[in-house]
C-alpha cells in the first residue's frame, strides 16, 4: 500500500523556524494535492497549506507570510518551511496526498496521511 512519513517536528522557541518533509512510499502511480494539517490539543484538525499538482498553493489565514509549502516530485516529497513560530502554532502536523492507486478492478485517488509530528513553540 502506500505510506506517508513526517519528520522535522519538535521544540523551538518563539521566532525560531522549522522544516517539516513528507515522503510518499509504497504502489502507486500519480501523486495530486499536497498539504499539512494540524491538530491542537483540544481543537479539530485544520488545513494549515495545500500545493495542488499544478503547483497553485493555499494556506490558512493564520500562517499566511510565515509558512511556505512546496513539493518535490522526483522525491515524492512535500515540504514545509515554517518561520516566525508562535506559540499557537504548537500542534500535532499531519501529512496528506491524494495518490493515484491501481486495484485489480480499478485505478483510483484517494487520501492517504501520514502519522503526524509534533511541533511544540514554547520559551
Known amino acids: 500500500q502506500v505510506q506517508l512519513v513526517e519528520s522535522g517536528g519538535g521544540l523551538v522557541q518563539p521566532g525560531g523556524s522549522l522544516r517539516l518533509s513528507c515522503v510518499v512510499s509504497?504502489?502507486?502511480?500519480?501523486?495530486?494535492?499536497m498539504g499539512w494539517y494540524r491538530q491542537a490539543p483540544g481543537k479539530q484538525r485544520e488545513l494549515v497549506a495545500i500545493?495542488?499538482?499544478?503547483?497553485?498553493?493555499n494556506y490558512t489565514d493564520a500562517v499566511k507570510g510565515r509558512f511556505t509549502i512546496s513539493r518535490d516530485n522526483a522525491k515524492n516529497t512535500v515540504f514545509m518551511q515554517m518561520d516566525s513560530l508562535k506559540a499557537e502554532d504548537t500542534a500535532v502536523y499531519y501529512c496528506?496526498?491524494?495518490?493515484?492507486?491501481?486495484?485489480?478492478?480499478?485505478?483510483?485517488?484517494?487520501?492517504?496521511w501520514g502519522q503526524g509530528t509534533q511541533v511544540t513553540v514554547s520559551s
Open positions: 509504497g504502489n502507486f502511480f500519480a501523486i495530486n494535492a
Open positions: 500545493v495542488h499538482s499544478g503547483s497553485s498553493t
Open positions: 496528506n496526498a491524494v495518490v493515484g492507486v491501481q486495484t485489480v478492478t480499478s485505478h483510483e485517488y484517494r487520501d492517504y
